[in-house]
């Protein structure tokens, strides 16, 4: 090698040196500072239950996270053969999570079975009880005979004694467990007592007990709408919109440049169609139906009817 040869590389050398340590110093100013974890729609039920006090509500979402990928039909939203709630397999219905107990303990809900209560006897409630009757009194011509037993789960009420129901819950209802559990809901009556048959398709009818139960459908479907059900702001903290509310809800992990105390201030407005696109991407997500157990209520007299 010729000295000239051995001054080049030595330049080389010299050159290469301290570019390796600029791109050294270089890379550390430009590394990341922070690796925060972006709020996501599988932290909402945490949020619920630890933040918000909401155990019902995280409980119903926590099932819907767990569950096989599946989307609820419309025969199974209406209690319509083949998908009466009868009918319907475990994984697709939840008996245990919503207590009449515990609803009771929320004012519209004592409001709508007091209203129901008062109500359920319509020209709609009479003629879906004559129905239920006529249907059950095959071979029962000759003698008096039980219609309804309320100590039987409120699926098979449904088919049995089921004769009225009422809608409540509005958007500008309180932000609570119930809310967040069931948000506009369905509570259903059904009745219990003797039927006296009085020959053929007539029969008196004296009422002794009605049982409520909630009954709902817990999907994030939009049917045919063009903007998809909002579900409120949520984020690290809570349920509220605010000042740093983003469009976006992250649908798995991410993580930002920025400190924590900015992130837990994100609020992020969460839809029913981000919950679809979650199930896409994780193949879990399975739409039920709710019901609750039975509230009985005896009766001080017995209502009599007559047709």
């Not at 088919?159 to 948000?183: E, H, I, K």
Request: aromatic share 10%; with cysteine; net charge positive.
């Amino acid at each position: 090698m010729t000295e000239k040869q051995i001054e080049s590389g030595s330049m080389v050398d010299l050159l290469k040196a301290p570019q390796e340590a600029l791109r050294s110093v270089l890379g550390r100013k430009n590394a990341p500072q922070y690796a925060t974890r972006l709020f996501q729609l599988r932290d909402i039920p945490s949020v619920m239950r630890s933040r918000l006090g909401w155990p019902v509500a995280a409980a119903l979402m926590e099932r819907w996270f767990n569950g096989a990928a599946y989307q609820m039909t419309k025969e199974m939203k209406f209690s319509e053969p083949p998908s009466r709630l009868s009918q319907l397999p475990a994984p697709h219905l939840d008996e245990s999570t919503v207590m009449m107990e515990w609803a009771l303990g929320f004012a519209r809900v004592q409001a709508a079975m007091a209203s129901l209560r008062s109500k359920w006897a319509s020209p709609a409630g009479i003629a879906q009880l004559k129905d239920r009757v006529d249907r059950q009194s095959r071979g029962r011509q000759d003698q008096c005979w039980r219609l309804g037993n309320l100590a039987q789960p409120a699926k098979t009420l449904e088919d049995t004694c089921q004769v009225n129901y009422l809608s409540f819950g509005r958007w500008s209802d309180p932000m609570d467990d119930f809310y967040g559990a069931m948000g506009e809901a369905q509570m259903n009556v059904a009745v219990s007592g003797t039927v006296f048959p009085q020959g053929l398709g007539k029969a008196k009818v004296e009422i002794e007990e009605l049982g409520f139960y909630l009954r709902d459908a817990y999907d994030f479907n939009d049917g045919s709408n063009f903007i998809s059900q909002p579900l409120g702001c949520w984020g690290f903290s809570g349920v509220e919109c605010g000042v740093s509310t983003r469009l976006n809800i992250p649908v798995d992990d991410a993580v930002v440049n920025e400190p924590l105390s900015t992130v837990q201030g994100y609020k992020y407005i969460v839809q029913n169609k981000d919950f679809r696109q979650w199930r896409r991407k994780n193949h879990r997500g399975g739409d039920f139906m709710v019901l609750s157990n039975v509230h009985r209520v005896r009766l001080a007299f017995p209502l009599k009817f007559q047709w």
